[in-house]
């Protein structure tokens, strides 16, 4: 393994000196916003460039460890990471508009607007933190960091719905990732019995090298704590509840990092609590925990999709379906493993479309009512195709990137021989693309109100929407090679294969950059599941 110490101190205290620069600025004068806002855009575009940097040093040499192994990337946090890193861009730089846009108007005072940038940039250290942390302690005290610093974002507005989704938001995530600590200290503690030096039984590679020595039943019952209490932060069901919620009183940019950025991170942490409990049990347990988990997150989301008349609740249901989605595609195997990785990326691109779109279609029609909001395309037509757009994408249509992604998960349910539940699902993912349809044509077509002002809010608002469209059309219609072999990097992390190709076992035909017959294809993906199995 190799060190890169240089890197780790400015990826957290970039941000974390722009939190404080920006907190310094809501005690002065209200003139020091802009400072604010320039920190803030220095931070983010800082992040984004270091992420993807340290990434791709993961990629091709080799997992880094800093800070006494209590920092990690490998191939499955650098994914997420740079994944964070573009989103952290995207939102921010459409924050800068919609809370200029917010300020202008008289929504949000010079302070507000500063208090948001160094709130923003705290929440985006602390997920940076869970998702490098190597000490599984440290993983649980950042997710929950990450609720102290982001509620205060949810409640930015002061107003009545959005102190009580505040509240909501952090009493439920709070009280539900107690269970997490709970799986988290029967891990630490069943490891403490056995090795041999109680203080390696803090760090995850550890535990991931000596997992056969754990006790199987202390490590069932902690991985239903895990995944009970970080899956509360995820949005799974029935731990979900305030999710919608919050996504949909908080600033947009902020529902956004939020839907994109904080539930992949829970995320990643069930998955690296995965790969021990794969070890210890067996894979059947872990597997239909999250198939079970994931099939009725699912099927819930879609159907409050359906009903849904508030513009961002749909998309926060829509988060819950996808959160659902990739932990039902963890529970088929490595194919599905994989799926689901490709699926997190692609997810976390379209909503973070979807939710700045979102934006600026509140900020010109004052409301999230779909009842109300009517020919966005003919009020600002750049929003309205491209949120549009996103819509279909979310839905799995072609030629988008989420269309390849759930075919995958589809092909991965059939190879690890569950037909009915893929059934189901597909039953379940055409309820969703229905109410996604909805939406587009209740909202994006039709005639404008005569009172709704036409123009872009800002242009600030809408390249970041570009800039993911173009990339979702790109991941839907050829990905690129660096992007597949980061994502099965990822997967051998989670499968403990390092040495064994999962892009063998694919069949992409329009995938130039991998030379695999279909006939091949099919026995790889066979052989590899049934050695799961």
Same mark, same amino acid.
């Given at each position: ?5 240089? #890197? ?10 722009? =939190? ?8 002065? @004068?209200?003139? +020091?916003?802009? &400072?604010?806002?320039?920190?803030? &855009? ?13 990434? =791709?040093?993961? +990629? ?6 800093? *800070? %006494? ?15 964070? %890193? ?40 602390? /997920? ?21 610093? *982001? ?11 959005? &102190? ?14 107690? +269970? ?26 550890? #535990? ?8 199987? @039943?202390? /490590? ?9 209490? +970080? ?14 919620? =919050? ?23 069930? !998955? ?14 872990? @597997? ?30 829509? *988060? ?24 997190? !990326?692609?997810? *976390? ?12 279609? !509140? ?44 075919? #995958? ?31 587009? =044509? %209740? ?31 790109? /991941? ?58």
């Amino acid at each position: 393994m190799m060190s890169l110490n240089n #890197l780790f101190p400015y990826l957290f205290g970039i941000p974390l000196i722009a =939190a404080a620069i920006s907190f310094a600025c809501v005690a002065l @004068r209200e003139e +020091f916003r802009r &400072l604010s806002v320039f920190v803030h &855009l220095v931070s983010v575009v800082a992040t984004w460039g270091i992420s993807w940097g340290l990434a =791709a040093e993961v +990629f091709n040499n080799g997992t880094i460890l800093s *800070s %006494g192994q209590w920092l990690i990337l490998d191939g499955l946090s650098a994914l997420f990471l740079a994944v964070l %890193g573009l989103v952290a861009l995207c939102t921010g730089i459409h924050s800068i508009g919609y809370i200029g846009h917010e300020h202008r108007h008289g929504e949000l005072t010079g302070k507000q607007v500063s208090l948001f940038y160094g709130l923003f940039n705290l929440f985006l250290a602390t /997920m940076l933190i869970a998702l490098t942390a190597n000490n599984i302690i440290m993983m649980w005290v950042a997710i929950e960091a990450t609720t102290v610093s *982001s509620v205060f974002l949810v409640g930015l507005y002061y107003q009545r719905s959005s &102190l009580e989704a505040a509240w909501k938001y952090i009493m439920l995530c709070s009280v539900g990732v107690a +269970f997490g600590l709970f799986g988290t200290i029967m891990t630490y503690a069943n490891a403490v019995a056995v090795f041999d030096h109680p203080e390696q039984a803090l760090l995850w590679t550890t #535990l991931r090298e000596h997992a056969q020595l754990l006790d199987p @039943r202390l /490590m069932q019952i902690a991985f239903i704590f895990i995944v009970i209490g +970080f899956g509360t932060k995820t949005g799974l069901f029935p731990m979900h509840t305030w999710l919608p919620d =919050a996504h949909s009183e908080a600033p947009s940019p902020v529902s956004g990092l939020l839907s994109a950025g904080l539930l992949n991170c829970a995320l990643m942490i069930i !998955m690296r609590h995965f790969a021990i409990s794969t070890v210890v049990l067996g894979g059947d347990f872990a @597997r239909f925990l999250m198939l079970g988990f994931g099939i009725l997150s699912v099927g819930i989301a879609a159907l409050f999709i359906l009903v849904q008349k508030d513009m961002k609740r749909l998309l926060a249901y829509s *988060s819950v379906e996808n959160m659902g989605l990739i932990a039902f595609a963890v529970g088929l195997g490595p194919l599905g493993i994989f799926a689901a990785l490709l699926h997190m !990326m692609n997810h *976390s691109l379209g909503k973070t479309l979807m939710f700045c779109g979102a934006g600026n279609i !509140m900020l010109k029609y004052g409301t999230r009512d779909m009842n109300i909001i009517k020919g966005v395309v003919r009020v600002a037509p750049w929003t309205g195709i491209l949120f549009g757009a996103g819509a279909l994408a979310l839905g799995g249509v072609p030629p988008f990137n989420l269309f390849v992604s759930e075919f #995958l998960i589809v092909c991965s349910g059939l190879y690890a021989q569950h037909p009915i539940l893929i059934i189901v699902l597909l039953l379940l993912l055409t309820l969703v693309l229905a109410g996604l349809a909805r939406m587009v =044509a %209740g909202c994006i077509m039709g005639p404008a109100p005569e009172h709704v002002e036409k123009g872009e809010v800002s242009y600030l608002t809408v390249c970041p929407l570009v800039l993911l469209i173009v990339l979702m059309a790109v /991941m839907g219609t050829h990905i690129p090679d660096t992007i597949l072999r980061g994502v099965e990097q990822a997967t051998q992390v989670v499968v403990n294969r390092p040495n064994e190709s999962l892009l063998e076992a694919l069949n992409l035909p329009w995938q130039s950059g991998v030379d695999i017959s279909s006939s091949d294809s099919g026995m790889s993906a066979v052989s590899l599941t049934e050695s799961v199995n």
